[in-house]
């Protein structure tokens, strides 16, 4: 039996310590610095009896120190008898007789289990305490608290003086009864000193965490990794994590009073770089099996930079050979570290040339703009020569020792024509030549090579390679004629060509470099020292050995030294030359190629957008008239007001034809019966709205009369949006009266100014998306729209891999948190490239792509027929124009649903109350909580309502409004705004729902309609949207605004302003508003449709299926669908998405509908039907049985009746399981296995 105790003060709930049975065998965890985790009975008294000056680190001697119990099971296993106690230890005092004192205290009758006790005089106990139950110890929050949170220990201890005593009984919730008097110390967590983060200064020796096992008291130096924080239930809050140093790690914890504490505490850690830290070391036999930290004090030290490397003279050399992580899973080196250091050194400029691809230029520029270093953009490419290129294209060869050889080679572009020419060369290399690696033939090179500066690379160039081959003079002469300049490198380097026995000896290596230098000589032609770096210092190697490790290569632990060598270092690198030679190889001639290059922008500054003639003009005009259709001719003050500033911001800036391009992709998709939904903060543009980009209206609410044009609108945040507005007939006409606008301001879109580029994303139909793709090159030519290119880095958990391997190799014995932080090596290591699912760049018509980037196919995958920016996307988007045409569900089901029914979506009321019913109770739909597992809310499968986190805001919540609904969008999608925030102010009465923050606008309206100034409210929205706080802030964290301050002027509640401090992200209200539209619209089926409301769901939403569960009864459903449950986290993924899935159909069944089996003369391939008042499953519902068969069983049924199951086997291509699982479904019906033959017909 394993039971465990909390004794607790009386009048307070927070344990003072654990007693821990298990088997008989009793231990301690006492709730003081004293003892921290569990310790033996044996061993405490030991150490009493042992010390009779009694230590700090055995019994604390100071004035917080707690009764320390132990209790022995009785046989029977139901009483517990007091077995040792010690009480009342001050300063100076221990018990030497333990057995007297306990027979004492038996004389005084103690309790049994569950009964409290106090004594009554000095010598006794000095408090009242009692012991709680607590549960089974696999369900506590955690097995070693850190007792230094418990305020419990200070408070009921003897106060310094009558005057503080008050203090201390109120506290305590009872009165001391006797004993000595010692002052109260600080509390623990306080930090003592600067530089402390946390508690009492630290003195004392560093140990090292490898070999460290339990100790009362240790320092470490080190670093933090796998910083994290939850809540207890007991409402305090654990930050954990390891602690790593040059040896090992150790998983940490520290305990703080509140989740608050915990927040404040770990956003703390991570800042840190290098830390020393205190505390004790015990071993947790329970859930991690390994030592653990409870740390008592933090210290943030600085990095020992005694050995660091440095350089101060006045001609250093430059680097032309250098790798960053860019080159694929084969370099280390971070641009911005880079940058740093060469700037630190003093080197004029710095070389970029990676393995094939030039997908660092972009991050170099802008980062060498700040930095202030000129970069040289260059690449290490792959040669080959043509006849050996056309001899393996003639073999069409398999095996890679037939490919055509491939050399490296530098080229380095010197100036714009060099850029291009280079970007010309990359593209063609991907598209053209690629295999294994993207190839340049030498023709290739030849025909591109104005403007580039060609290097002959390392040893595996070809002048290095024709050397070791032991080519003649007159041959080496011809290949070293054909380049710029010649290379020589470490002869270090490459060493691993005497372990292959290529070359006999170290010698060899030397004298090749030699032979180079020679040959430049001879030809006139500079000689380069380079490093060919693949990481920054010598420490990061084991990062590169660790990487090669993952990648196959036996011997990645003899890699050479390939970190950035200062000038010295690279002086001493060639001791076999003159000092004269070294210097001119070194300093000289670098400088000298260095020299003979511009300054180059790889990408270009400005925004290039496509032209299309007229088309400001189209839509100036086509907003007006659209304005004049709906709110009549005069405009309102209102419309004209915000429709002229915005169409003068957006034709100003040159973004018109970005909204022409937007309205003409828009309608299109509506020409063809697909909705379009706007994402971002489009619906924020009211000239967007009335160029039918969106159907957000961005207007204060208003009501607006379709006969004759009356309007009013309110503009002083009496309503939060147009749908709330209550139904009304026209003062004027007596017509109907309709309602709109949902007050976004316009700055949320294109900034305080009208001046950010737009960006506009566009929600199309899953299914309509490839059409809309096609129809942008319809619009500005194949050759001028490319998909948007991304770039895949190594995974965190791909990392960890990599690094586990490694250790389990070399038999390195490390816990995870070193581990972890040594995958921190590989942190954005180019792994693949990629495409954006739905980013489309555009060229203008008059412009080569090239002059922004060069092209390649996805993953260079040249059979996806797809190509795509060589840039991450991300990096000339601001130069490019980016459209956004994204794939979504919600468009898709709304137009199963307007087939389905025949109505049409966009006629359906934002205000119809019984689909309002469906996000406060079960009323819409027929149904109790009792029949929905409980949920007291219906909106169950609805898009942005329908998971449990969601269900649960609307339970908190009650919306009753559209405008609510949209709050709840803003809630669920933003970071920090309803946990600990929104939902403890709605809870407790703060504010109602329909104050609290929940969009990025929120914040703006609302200050400005308390009469904040509108540009400080929009720089306060900027801020808290981004998790910034409230004021702008420098980069020493310096507060350079005063906005906290005018917002208290203004009497912005407190409230309003700590929930804007807690708040990490915040979603658009445009956004949300465009998102709840949709939802509503599907959840108004749901309630007056309900089967093509399940059908929809079924065939396009619900990602598992179950056949035989789902066409059985309610409670063959309900019995999978706890079964799952149970299993909580072990259910798997296609568990938990069937689990879903049951949800959907148990409330389907409850509401009186149902599946029918799978049929084969009536089902569809891929989605659900509705047939007898039931739901038809398609094929794709049969378990294995993908698309391709299901699609073609469909259309051979309709070209022919299948006759037999060998009929279907046979023209479907299905397979004998498929075949098998059909029949024991029972969904073939009535066909035979083969045909039948007649013996006489």
């Known amino acids: 039996m394993k039971v465990r105790y909390r004794v607790v003060p009386k009048q307070n709930s927070k344990p003072a310590f654990y007693v821990n049975c298990d088997d008989k065998q009793v231990t301690i965890q006492a709730a003081d610095s004293a003892f921290k985790t569990l310790v033996s009975l044996q061993e405490r008294l030991a150490a009493w009896y042992k010390e009779k000056n009694i230590s700090f680190d055995t019994i604390p001697t100071n004035a917080t120190t707690s009764c320390c119990f132990a209790w022995k099971v009785d046989d029977d296993d139901e009483e517990f008898a007091p077995y040792y106690y010690a009480g009342g230890c001050g300063v100076g005092e221990f018990i030497e007789d333990v057995e007297a004192h306990r027979q004492k205290l038996e004389e005084e009758n103690m309790p049994e289990r569950g009964k409290s006790f106090a004594g009554n005089n000095d010598d006794e106990i000095d408090y009242a305490d009692e012991f709680v139950p607590f549960m089974d110890a696999v369900e506590l929050d955690y097995f070693n608290p850190d007792p230094t949170s418990y305020e419990s220990v200070t408070t009921r201890n ?69 910083l994290d924080k939850r809540d207890t239930r007991t409402g305090k809050s654990i930050v954990n994590g390891s602690i790593v140093d040059d040896t090992n790690s150790m998983k940490f914890i520290k305990f703080t009073n509140s989740p608050e504490e915990g927040d404040a505490l770990l956003k703390q850690l991570k800042k840190l770089q290098k830390v020393r830290v205190q505390g004790s070391v015990n071993f947790d036999d329970r859930f991690d099996k390994d030592y653990i930290l409870s740390i008592r004090s933090i210290e943030a030290i600085e990095e020992d930079n005694t050995n660091e490397r440095t350089e101060d003279r006045p001609d250093s050399r430059v680097e032309l050979h250098l790798h960053t992580k860019m080159s694929d899973k084969d370099a280390l080196v971070s641009i911005k570290d880079l940058f740093k250091t060469v700037k630190k050194w003093g080197h004029p400029a710095v070389a970029i040339t990676d393995h094939g691809v030039v997908q660092a230029f972009p991050e170099a ?240 500054d400005g925004t290039y957008s496509p032209k299309i003639e ?153 299914d309509y998306q490839a059409k809309a793709h096609k129809y942008t090159e319809e619009l500005f030519g194949r050759d001028n729209v490319f998909k948007a290119g991304t770039i895949g880095t190594i995974a965190d958990k791909t990392a960890f891999g990599y690094v586990k391997k490694y250790a389990e190799l070399r038999n390195i014995q490390a816990r995870s948190g070193f581990l972890e932080h040594l995958a921190k090596g590989f942190t954005n290591v180019k792994n693949t490239t990629g495409q954006h699912p739905g980013g489309i760049m555009v060229c203008p018509r008059d412009m ?255 990602k598992a299926f179950d056949l035989r569960i789902m066409t059985g009864d309610l409670n063959t459903q309900l019995k999978e669908f706890n079964r799952i449950k149970a299993l909580d986290r072990g259910a798997s993924p296609k568990e938990k998405d069937l689990m879903s899935a049951l949800e959907v159909s148990m409330e389907m069944y409850q509401r009186g509908y149902r599946f029918i089996n799978v049929d084969i003369q009536h089902s569809g391939a891929r989605r659900f039907s509705i047939k007898d008042g039931a739901l038809l499953p398609p094929f794709l519902a049969i378990d294995s049985l993908g698309e391709t068969v299901a699609d073609a069983i469909v259309e051979e049924r309709e070209a022919k009746p299948f006759t037999s199951l060998k009929d279907l086997q046979r023209r479907c291509k299905v397979s004998a399981t498929i075949i098998e699982t059909m029949k024991e479904l029972k969904c073939c019906g009535d066909l035979p296995e083969d045909e039948q033959m007649s013996l006489f017909g």
């Open 365 to 604: 520029q802008a980062l060498g703009k700040e930095l202030g270093v000129k970069v040289i953009y260059g690449v290490e490419g792959y040669l080959v020569d043509d006849a050996d290129l056309e001899k393996e294209l003639s073999l069409d060869v398999v095996k890679r020792k037939d490919e055509a050889p491939r050399y490296h080679i530098i080229l380095l572009a010197q100036n714009m024509v060099g850029l291009r020419n280079l970007y010309k060369m990359i593209s063609i290399s991907h598209l053209e030549y690629y295999k294994r690696r993207p190839r340049l033939p030498r023709s290739i090179i030849e025909e591109h090579r104005e403007g580039i500066l060609i290097g002959s690379a390392c040893e595996a160039g070809e002048l290095m390679q024709a050397i070791v081959k032991g080519a003649s003079k007159e041959e080496l002469l011809t290949i070293a004629s054909f380049y710029d300049y010649l290379e020589i490198q470490p002869h270090t380097n490459n060493t691993f060509l005497i372990r292959k026995g290529i070359v006999p000896d170290e010698q060899a290596l030397i004298d090749m470099n030699k032979t180079v230098i020679e040959l430049g000589e001879a030809l006139n032609k500079r000689v380069c020292a380079t490093c060919d770096v693949h990481y920054l210092t010598p420490e990061e190697k084991i990062y590169r050995e660790i990487m090669l490790t993952a990648c196959g290569f036996p011997d990645a632990d003899e890699q050479p030294d390939l970190h950035l060598r200062t000038t010295d270092e690279m002086l001493a690198s060639f001791p076999y030359l003159s000092e004269e030679k070294a210097y001119e190889v070194v300093i000289a001639n670098t400088r000298a190629i260095n020299d003979s290059i511009e300054d180059i922008k790889p990408v270009p």
């Open 158 to 226: 003897p106060s310094v003086s009558s005057s503080s005593s008050s203090t201390s009984s109120a506290n305590s919730g009872h009165q001391h009864k006797g004993g000595k008097k010692y002052p109260q110390r600080a509390p623990k967590d306080a930090p003592t000193d600067e530089g402390m983060i946390l508690g009492p200064r630290i003195e004392g020796t560093t140990s090292s965490i490898m070999g460290t096992v339990e100790t009362p008291s240790v320092i470490f130096e080190g670093v933090f990794v796998g």
């Open 848 to 1102: 080569d792509v090239h002059h922004f980037t060069p092209i390649q196919h996805p993953a260079n995958k040249k059979e996806s027929g797809v190509l795509t920016t060589h840039f991450d996307y991300h990096s000339i988007e601001g130069r490019m124009t980016k459209l956004d045409i994204l794939g979504h569900d919600d468009p898709t089901i709304i137009r199963m649903l307007e087939d389905l029914t025949g109505i049409d979506a966009k006629t359906i009321p934002f205000d119809d109350p019984r689909t309002l019913s469906l996000f406060s109770s079960t009323e819409g739909i027929g149904l109790t909580p009792e029949q929905l597992q409980g949920d007291q809310v219906a909106s169950l499968a609805v898009p942005e309502c329908g998971t449990k986190f969601v269900r649960g805001m609307l339970e908190d919540s009650r919306p009753q409004t559209f405008s609510d609904l949209v709050r709840i969008s803003g809630f669920s999608h933003g970071t920090n705004v309803w946990l600990d925030n929104a939902q403890e102010l709605i809870k407790n009465g703060t504010c109602k729902l329909n104050e609290a923050i929940s969009t990025r606008d929120d914040v703006m309206n609302f200050l400005i309609h308390r009469g904040m100034n509108k540009k400080n409210s929009f720089f306060v929205m900027e801020n808290v949207r981004k998790g910034k706080g409230i004021e702008k802030r420098n980069k020493q964290g310096q507060a350079t605004t005063e906005f906290e301050k005018e917002m208290r002027e203004n009497n912005i509640p407190e409230w309003f302003i700590e929930s804007c401090k807690k708040i990490s992200y915040l979603f658009p209200r445009a956004h949300a508003v465009a998102y709840v539209m949709m939802a509503f619209r599907i959840a108004w089926f749901k309630v007056y449709h309900p089967l093509a409301f399940y059908a929809a769901y079924f065939s396009i939403r619900a």
């Open 614 to 766: 007229g088309a400001d003009e189209a839509f100036t005009e086509m907003c007006y008239v659209n304005a004049k259709k709906i709110y009549g001719d005069p405009l309102p003050r209102v419309v004209q007001e915000r429709l002229d500033y915005e169409l003068d911001c957006i034709i100003s800036n040159g973004y018109g034809v970005l909204y022409y391009i937007a309205h003409k992709l828009v309608k299109k998709s509506l020409d063809d019966g697909y909705l379009v939904g706007s994402r971002g903060s489009v619906g924020s543009s009211f000239a967007a709205t009335m160029s039918e980009i969106t159907e957000v209206n961005p207007l204060p609410p208003h009501y607006i009369c379709p006969e004759c044009k009356w309007s009013e609108f309110y503009e002083n945040g009496e309503y939060a949006g147009g749908f709330d507005l209550p139904r009304r007939d026209c003062p004027n006409c007596g017509h109907p009266l309709q309602t709109n606008g949902h007050d976004i301001p316009f700055a949320i879109f294109l900034g305080f100014e009208g001046d950010k580029v737009p960006d506009i994303d566009l929600n199309f139909s899953g």
